[in-house]
């Protein structure tokens, strides 16, 4: 299958194996499981719902801003994220990214409960995979 007839559920991280966190963790201890998992955000859910996401960017953010690393993640991350869901195209996850710079797309139900998270470096790794390919035939 070329990258065109992809869709997000082909290539997502699903649920059981994301980095995800409620509002209330410090920015600290998010960090650290990002670090522990070494990842490039972290997920905020509450009640099951996404309502966040923590980026590397937001971090930086903190850093520049003088915020203490025990703040809220929840008070410092980017509330109501753009999302997809999985039987979206893998090609509309590539627009997102590259019209918004976004690394990281999170994919919800059509009740936003959290289902999985598609990154930059799994899009780029089909298209990869497709070019080789091509090359090949």
Do not use: C, W
């Not at 998992?37 to 850093?63: A, H, P, Q, W, Y």
């Not at 999985?86 to 919800?108: N, Q, T, W, Y």
């Amino acid at each position: 299958m070329t990258y065109i007839g992809k869709k997000i559920r082909d290539v997502m991280v699903p649920r059981g194996k994301l980095v995800y966190t409620t509002p209330d963790t410090t920015v600290k201890d998010a960090v650290k499981q990002m670090v522990r998992r070494n990842v490039g955000s972290i997920l905020i859910v509450e009640d099951d719902k996404l309502v966040g996401i923590f980026t590397e960017r937001d971090l930086m953010k903190l850093v520049a801003e003088d915020k203490p690393v025990y703040t809220a993640v929840g008070d410092v991350m980017t509330k109501n994220p753009k999302t997809l869901k999985p039987d979206d195209p893998l090609s509309k996850a590539a627009l997102l990214m590259s019209e918004h710079g976004f690394r990281h797309v999170p994919i919800v139900d059509d009740e936003g409960k959290l289902l999985g998270i598609v990154s930059s470096r799994d899009v780029s790794r089909v298209y990869y995979e497709a070019a080789e390919a091509s090359f090949t035939e």
